[in-house]
């Protein structure tokens, strides 16, 4: 999550998130993380996928 100001730190669509605009926040001091102990799966298109749609995840109800 970003607060709105992030744009400011993006210049345009070619920008890469993981260079300028994370780097500046570092440099800032304005970067932090939080660990998450829950259940958390990639939704970007890859093998994982097949296994998300083939899986019961753990945050659906599923009526037999």
Do not use: H
């Not at 920008?15 to 780097?23: A, D, G, L, Y």
């Not at 939080?34 to 799966?41: C, H, K, S, V």
């Amino acid at each position: 999550m970003c607060e709105p100001q992030i744009f400011d730190l993006i210049d345009g669509d070619d920008t890469v998130w993981e260079n300028e605009p994370k780097e500046r926040l570092i440099k800032r001091e304005q970067l932090s993380s939080y660990l998450y102990t829950g259940y958390g799966q990639s939704t970007e298109p890859s093998p994982d996928e097949y296994q998300l749609e083939q899986t019961r995840a753990p945050w659906t109800v599923w009526l037999d």
